[in-house]
């Protein structure tokens, strides 16, 4: 998606957004990190306001669900909860209930990703268990930690979502070498380490001095790119082998040839 200034159309091109997929056959769908509205953490200033749940955009992802009798993953919404605000993915059920709440763990703070202004760090992850798949949910920044993505695969996982919101800004030479390569690269590590699927889900569209990259893509659980999506806006299905999953562990071991007892520096 590339979002509009406007609430209500970025709500309504992503319930199409919902429609389109599931008339494509999607059991499951994915929309980007906050989808509703513009990128407003590019700057420390925002006066975008935060929603409660239940509010405008959870009640129209519920209905997207409900409608289509889909499971959704909701991207994110800006949160009001009590005294805190959140960035938060909800996902529902082919009824609409909703079945998991994620408050984004990691937040960024650098020049053009003001998040910590915005957001309260969540403290815990959730895994939705589904007719179709057990999945995790993870947000945009939570992309680049291994720990993440390791939490969610021993909590049951067969496929991580990562609803996104990511680009190149003008005026920013990244020195370090290519965002973009590293992003998916990384992403793609934690599919193989994990034995997970990774789908990957980020806008698209100028925003100020931000170009959103899209990118988005599906990878399977040793590594290999299923889809990947250019920069323009679409919806994409693909089909998945989640037994691979199981016969990636059986053969190589990952998860039961692990030291816990070593890792104490993780956490230390």
Not at 176 to 183: F, R, V, Y
Not at 258 to 265: C, G, L, N, V
Request: with cysteine; proline share 3%; net charge neutral.
């Amino acid at each position: 998606m590339a979002m509009s200034e406007s609430i209500a159309h970025n709500l309504a091109a992503a319930s199409k957004g919902v429609d389109d997929a599931a008339e494509k056959g999607a059991d499951i769908v994915c929309l980007p990190e906050l989808f509703a509205w513009q990128y407003f953490p590019v700057t420390r200033n925002s006066r975008q306001v935060p929603q409660r749940i239940p509010g405008e955009a959870s009640k129209a992802l519920s209905l997207a669900a409900r409608k289509n009798k889909v499971v959704l993953v909701g991207g994110s919404i800006y949160e009001k909860a009590g005294a805190h605000d959140y960035n938060t993915c909800l996902t529902f059920d082919r009824e609409g209930r909703t079945i998991a709440k994620y408050r984004k763990v990691h937040i960024p703070q650098d020049d053009h990703y003001f998040e910590q202004d915005y957001f309260r760090a969540g403290s815990a992850y959730s895994v939705a268990k589904t007719p179709k798949a057990t999945f995790g949910t993870l947000i945009c920044f939570d992309q680049w930690y291994p720990e993440a993505a390791r939490a969610n695969r021993l909590m049951g996982a067969e496929i991580l979502f990562y609803p996104t919101a990511i680009g190149w800004v003008k005026g920013i030479d990244p020195v370090e070498g290519d965002w973009k390569k590293a992003w998916e690269a990384v992403q793609v590590g934690h599919a193989i380490a994990n034995s997970v699927v990774v789908c990957a889900v980020n806008r698209v569209g100028r925003e100020g001095d931000t170009t959103f990259w899209g990118g988005s893509f599906v990878c399977d659980q040793f590594g290999k790119i299923l889809l990947r999506a250019g920069d323009e806006e679409g919806v994409f299905t693909v089909d998945c082998d989640l037994e691979l999953q199981e016969a990636i562990e059986d053969g190589w071991g990952f998860l039961r040839n692990r030291k816990k007892s070593t890792y104490s520096a993780i956490t230390r």
